[in-house]
């Protein structure tokens, strides 16, 4: 079964860090992504990742975030630190197809969603 799982969301105080998971099943190579979205708000792009290890992020969470990989693992993560309240949402991973695929819009397997919640 081709699958995102993601884990690792929580409360957490502003300044503080939280770590997210993404296990892959059924899907090797690939490029990864993580989108959030807020109450009330469209989703957004957070960080990308292609399977070289080549990342980008949002503007909003550049130098606060790293997104990394382990191929051996089948799994990718997203290291969030300095975190802020406006960080509050449910965070999805996400998969496209493609070795070096930065086109952080094309996604092609969702997983279901972690909710990250920072208080103030």
């Known amino acids: 079964q081709v699958q995102l799982v993601e884990s690792g969301g929580g409360l957490v105080q502003a300044g503080g860090s939280l770590t997210l998971s993404c296990a892959a099943s059924?899907?090797?190579?690939?490029?990864d992504r993580w989108f959030r979205q807020a109450p009330g708000k469209e989703r957004e792009f957070v960080a990308a990742?292609?399977?070289?290890?080549?990342?980008t992020y949002a503007d909003s969470v550049k130098g606060r975030f790293i997104i990394s990989r382990d191929n051996a693992k089948n799994m990718v993560a997203l290291q969030m630190n300095s975190l802020k309240p406006e960080d509050t949402a449910v965070y999805y991973c996400?998969?496209?197809?493609?070795?070096?695929?930065?086109?952080?819009?094309?996604?092609?397997?969702w997983g279901q969603g972690t909710q990250v919640t920072v208080s103030s």
């Open positions: 059924g899907l090797r190579i690939r490029s």
């Open positions: 996400a998969a496209a197809t493609g070795i070096n695929n930065l086109n952080v819009l094309d996604v092609n397997l």
């Open positions: 990742i292609t399977w070289s290890g080549i990342t």
